[in-house]
């Protein structure tokens, strides 16, 4: 065999088999943004790129601009905790301090979507996906706050749900603690993740909605999830770590705090990762992007 048609052959081996990794721009270092918040959650990038984030303990929402500003967007701000931007340019967040999920526009006009399920409060919503056909996604953990009155939950069970066109819909309760969730950008496939059973499940995402063909895809929890161009997830605790879309682990880049919570890309060419880790934010050029 011609050595260059070997090594070409090697070359795409190594790649579909995840040894090569490539991810990360090379010579690429992680740039703190800023310290000193409470605890960040929630990365969601609007359509020109800016980055809006949560501080939960201290009640805000921040915007790091895509010139590298950095203000404070919402204040208070429900206690938002995960965060998607919708395609009509609303953030839908969710609230935790009264156990909802909000639709924010850029004027901070608030609209309450759901507040109970069957006449029970939420636990909690903490993470949420909107597909492109509009079905917003979203789980619903018990993590007990110290700003809450309560000290238990209205409902036993931790699940996965659905608004769509009005109405909320249960559609998983077979989990310890579901947490992370992030879809395909053709609205085929859902990720989430049960952070109390260290696992990633996939779904099917059908036309109307509805989810079926639950699978599961790497055993590895997550705080915050998201996807990048290739098809690649990316999972956040420890670090981020990446895995490609057979369930690979492919990289992990490590973060210089106590917890990587979430993650998502951002800038003017979505080539940028943006990283909440506590009481930290930082970024990192990569070489892949995200997706819309």
């Known amino acids: 065999m011609n050595r260059k048609i070997y090594l070409l052959v090697l070359l795409l081996w190594a790649y579909g088999s995840g040894c090569i990794a490539q991810v990360v721009a090379p010579n690429a270092q992680l740039q703190l943004v800023a310290d000193g918040f409470g605890f960040t959650e929630g990365p969601a990038a609007d359509a020109e790129g800016n980055v809006f984030f949560t501080d939960q303990p201290n009640d805000r929402i921040w915007k790091y601009s895509t010139d590298g500003k950095l203000s404070i967007f919402m204040e208070p ?115 989430v993740a049960d952070i109390g059973d260290s696992k990633i499940y996939r779904y099917r995402i059908h036309s109307d909605g509805s989810l079926t063909d639950k699978e599961f895809f790497a055993p590895q929890g997550s705080d915050g999830m998201t996807i990048d161009e290739r098809g690649n997830i990316y999972l956040t605790g420890k670090g981020v770590d990446v895995y490609n879309p057979n369930g690979e682990k492919i990289e992990h880049i490590d973060v210089p705090a106590n917890w990587t919570a979430n993650v998502c890309f951002g800038g003017h060419n979505r080539d940028v990762l943006f990283i909440t880790a506590s009481d930290k934010v930082f970024i990192l050029n990569m070489q892949v992007k995200g997706v819309d």
Not at 88 to 116: F, P, T
Not at 163 to 175: S, T
């Open 77 to 191: 701000a429900g206690r938002a905790n995960g965060m998607y931007f919708d395609k009509e340019g609303n953030l839908i967040a969710c609230a935790d301090q009264h156990y909802e999920l909000w639709r924010i526009s850029m004027d901070k006009q608030v609209e309450k979507l759901v507040v109970s399920y069957s006449d029970s409060l939420f636990n909690g919503p903490n993470d949420v996906w909107v597909s492109p056909s509009g079905s917003i996604y979203f789980t619903d953990p018990y993590y007990q706050r110290d700003y809450w009155d309560r000290t238990e939950p209205d409902m036993p069970t931790q699940a996965l749900y659905r608004y769509q066109n009005g109405q909320v819909d249960r559609l998983d309760d077979q989990f310890k603690k579901p947490n992370g969730i992030v879809g395909t950008p053709d609205g085929k496939m859902l990720y």
